[in-house]
């Protein structure tokens, strides 16, 4: 084959901006694509490759002759074009978290468990995790390979890119409004998130876990294969506009030392070390921001528990916490195929 026919619902938007992005700067194989959206967005032109294409309402045609659908809509919309998709014959590989936990669809991260791929042919499905959950885990598993990971705490610092475009517009005239001594009223979020921080990232429930901190337990768990592993945290939204931060506090079986841990990392696919606090190197979402590779940098002993390491985590979410993700999960479907 020379290429595949591939189709991005969501292509107007934050996420799906970069997975077209993404899919041309890594050459993927596309012999044609399929620009899809809500209605909304008919007729809108977008490039790829040089060329402009044509955005379409998505229909119950829209995936006749799709091999590779990369869906970048809310959970709403893929629960209902996600299986039409899968009948029409794509595979489908989602960034919503409507089909993360659904046993019957591998939850990936290709550094991780590319071997789950396997798994699509139940549904036809292929869930791509939780953007803070994926920066977290891509560091954690060469550690737990190597020492036995038993328990994580992770406190999140997660930018408004997270949650859209408009997000990214609230925080821009919330931050030269309050610059300005003017009251504002943020759009987007519960409360201003311009020079604040909001506890709040999804619905809470009764006991005021928040839906996020759910899924950085529970999909931890399942992209490690750690049905047991103890997870966690506190997740924050934070006046940054792109890449999320991670405080994160591993503890493991036997003794790991930080400097085991940075061999190991450096050696780790997608990770970048960048360790040396002293001199006031360690990650930074301006940095990293548009870059591939999740950052980790001050590691050091816990000094509050046992066999356990702390460090710092940053990813671009909106690349390898989403669309870079989906991608290679694509390349490893296409090496499948």
């Not at 955005?55 to 709403?76: T, Y």
């Not at 909001?198 to 768990?221: T, Y």
Request: aromatic residues 6%; contains cysteine.
């Amino acid at each position: 084959m020379s290429g595949y026919k591939v189709a991005v619902l969501g292509a107007t938007g934050l996420v799906g901006r970069e997975m077209l992005k993404t899919l041309e700067q890594r050459d993927f194989p596309v012999s044609e694509l399929f620009a899809l959206a809500t209605p909304r967005s008919e007729g809108k032109k977008i490039q790829f490759k040089g060329e402009e294409v044509t955005v379409h309402a998505v229909n119950e045609n829209s995936f006749k002759g799709v091999d590779i659908a990369l869906f970048s809509a809310g959970g709403g919309t893929s629960k209902k074009w996600a299986p039409v998709a899968a009948a029409s014959g794509a595979t489908v590989i989602d960034n919503s978290s409507a089909w993360r936990m659904d046993p019957q669809v591998p939850l990936v991260v290709p550094e991780i468990n590319s071997c789950d791929i396997a798994l699509s042919n139940q549904k036809g499905i292929i869930a791509n995790p939780n953007c803070s959950t994926i920066q977290a885990v891509v560091v954690l598993y060469p550690l737990h390979n190597a020492a036995g990971l038993k328990y994580i705490n992770i406190s999140t610092y997660q930018s408004v890119a997270g949650t859209g475009i408009a997000a990214l517009e609230s925080l821009a005239k919330g931050a030269k409004a309050v610059l300005e001594g003017e009251e504002y009223s943020d759009a987007v979020y519960p409360h201003n998130i311009a020079f604040s921080l909001l506890p709040h990232i999804g619905a809470f429930d009764d006991e005021g876990i928040s839906e996020e901190e759910w899924k950085m337990v529970n999909e931890s768990r399942k992209i490690m294969h750690i049905p047991n592993l103890r997870v966690s945290g506190i997740t924050v939204r934070v006046p940054v506009f792109r890449c999320h931060g991670e405080s994160v506090t591993a503890q493991f079986e036997r003794e790991i030392t930080p400097q085991e841990a940075r061999e190991i990392l450096a050696k780790a696919p997608g990770v970048t070390v960048q360790d040396d606090p002293k001199n006031a190197v360690y990650p930074l979402p301006p940095e990293v921001a548009g870059t591939d590779n999740v950052r980790v940098g001050r590691i050091r002993r816990d000094t509050g528990l046992d066999n356990a390491l702390a460090m710092w985590v940053v990813g671009d979410n909106l690349r390898k916490g989403a669309a870079l993700n989906a991608v290679q999960i694509a390349e490893k479907l296409a090496q499948i195929k």
